[in-house]
């Protein structure tokens, strides 16, 4: 589904989208799994069938949702959808979501990854 990201609340616990036929549809940010970027846009994930294309950044995505993991250029993810991760191979290393989706994490990345999981006491693999 194509989309345009309508202007968030003040607290930033949901977003307003619209779908292909211009309806507008509310969507908590306990619902989003990542935010994926693509190009000078991003693409929201429910699930793994279920995405809509914003007008906004991945950059812009992650000052909205501080709360989200950047894990690569490319991924933000809601660590309250990451179920399983495997962070001990710095060029192998990647996150489970609670729909299956495996998403890898750049090496970059790895050390602050490690850091937040043991911050919010997440199970490492």
């Given amino acids: 589904m194509h989309s345009t990201l309508l202007p ?3 607290a930033r616990t949901s977003i307003k989208v619209r779908d ?3 309806r507008a549809i509310t969507i908590s940010a306990k619902q989003i799994l990542f935010f994926e970027g693509w190009s000078n846009y991003s693409r929201i994930f429910l699930n793994k069938q279920n995405g809509f294309v914003s007008s906004y950044t991945l950059k812009e995505q992650q000052e909205y949702h501080p709360t989200f993991w950047r894990i690569s250029r490319s991924h933000l993810v809601n660590p309250e ?3 399983q991760m495997d962070l001990h191979d710095m060029h192998n290393s ?3 979501l609670s729909d299956e989706t495996r ?3 750049s090496r970059r990345r790895v050390k602050s990854i490690v850091t937040l999981a043991k911050y919010f006491n997440l199970v490492l693999s």
Wanted: hydrophobic fraction near 45%.
């Fill in 94 to 96: 990647w996150v489970e």
């Fill in 81 to 83: 959808h990451i179920v």
């Fill in 20 to 22: 292909r036929r211009g």
């Fill in 103 to 105: 998403l890898s994490v």
């Fill in 8 to 10: 968030m609340n003040t």
